[in-house]
T-cell receptor
């Protein structure tokens, strides 16, 4: 079984709809992240969470919100979806106790979101 | 602020030829460096990472990368390309030091392998 799972894997929605993307991990990591990937732009950080009570905005948080329901679950919401939020969304996790002190991030398979 | 530049958004090599994917970083202090690979319709998989130990880092699938401080580079190489290496490759950096977490990605290089 995958260590980091994302649901749904694909979603098509309409402008103005509220959408939630979910991420679960079995790695026991305390840190979780949401990124979006756009062609030619690489990955950009939306939000990150270092533990259940610690949520922080990333580079491009406008139009998004998150919820850390438990150490293993981190969901991303689009309150009112717009077409330029069409992208591939990735969840990632890392362990603050990483023995190499590099906080290596491990990624889920991604959710492809299309907003019409 | 950290930044990463990957030279060439697309690279094509023949099967069996050398693979060289370029990555340069900008930072006054050498960061930690990573290469990730993304196969079609999949997530990102860690290939290798540099954490200020050995400057030549070996990763999975026969890839390796060399950290060169004087050139601020961390190029990815593989002696002989295989068809299964066709994917998109991302270089990424994290500032060195305890508690670092902000992973900054390059824009990616798509590798095509020609039979």
């Amino acid at each position: 079984d995958a260590d980091v799972t994302q649901t749904p894997r694909n979603r098509i929605t309409k402008t103005g709809k509220r959408i939630m993307l979910e991420c679960s991990q079995t790695k026991g990591h305390d840190r979780m992240y949401w990124y979006r990937q756009d062609p030619g732009l690489g990955l950009r950080l939306i939000y990150y969470s270092f533990d259940v009570k610690d949520i922080n905005k990333g580079e491009i948080s406008d139009g998004y919100s998150v919820s850390r329901q438990a150490q293993a679950k981190f969901s991303l919401s689009l309150e009112s979806a717009i077409p330029n939020q069409t992208a591939l969304y990735f969840c990632a996790t890392s362990d603050s106790g990483d023995s190499s002190s590099t906080d290596t991030q491990y990624f889920g398979p991604g959710t492809r979101l299309t907003v019409l | 602020a950290q930044s990463v530049t990957q030279l060439g958004s697309h690279v094509s090599v023949s099967e069996g030829a050398l693979v060289l994917l370029r990555c340069n970083y900008s930072s006054s202090v050498p960061p930690y460096l990573f290469w990730y690979v993304q196969y079609p319709n999949q997530g990102l998989q860690l290939l290798l990472k540099y954490t200020s130990a050995a400057t030549l880092v070996k990763g999975i699938n026969g890839f390796e990368a060399e950290f060169k401080k004087s050139e601020t580079s961390f190029h990815l190489t593989k002696p002989s390309a295989h068809m299964s290496d066709a994917a998109e490759y991302f270089c990424a950096v994290i500032p060195s030091g305890a508690g670092s977490y902000q992973l900054t990605f390059g824009k990616g290089t798509k590798l095509s392998v020609i039979p």
